[in-house]
Nanobody, 121 residues
Framework: QVQLVESGGGPVQAGGSLRLSCAAS????????MGWFRQAPGKEREFVAA????????AYADSAKGRFTISRDNTKNTVYLQMSSLTPEDTAVYYC??????????????WGQGTQVTVSS
């Protein structure tokens, strides 16, 4: 069992930056792929980024490439999403997820409660 708690969301101006964190409890954090997803108002939840257990593999949605960076610190059981050059289109609830498989699909076994990011123009 893995429990995930996101933090770091909030309001930000367009062009600004924000770093989201996701703290995991449970065992063997380094064996889990960690993913970030987001859901904007009126839209379906979508993949943002993923990182493998050891950090050697990463994947990004096209919308995130060049602006977002996913990283993890296995000594702290934490995964991060550094976001820069934010636009109002990035406004969404951001979710952290964990699974033993490396994937971009929304089939992760464990999910956090989400953290709101609001980008104003």
């Amino acid at each position: 069992q893995v429990q995930l708690v996101e933090s770091g969301g909030g309001p930000v101006q367009a062009g600004g930056s924000l770093r989201l964190s996701c703290a995991a409890s449970g065992r063997a954090f380094s064996t889990y792929t960690m993913g970030w997803f987001r859901q904007a108002p009126g839209k379906e939840r979508e993949f943002v980024a993923a990182i493998s257990g050891g950090g050697g593999s990463r994947a990004y949605a096209d919308s995130a490439k060049g602006r977002f960076t996913i990283s993890r610190d296995n000594t702290k059981n934490t995964v991060y999403l550094q976001m820069s050059s934010l636009t109002p289109e990035d406004t969404a609830v951001y979710y952290c997820a964990a699974d033993q498989r490396f994937m971009t699909a929304e089939k992760y076994a464990y999910w956090g409660q989400g953290t709101q990011v609001t980008v104003s123009s």
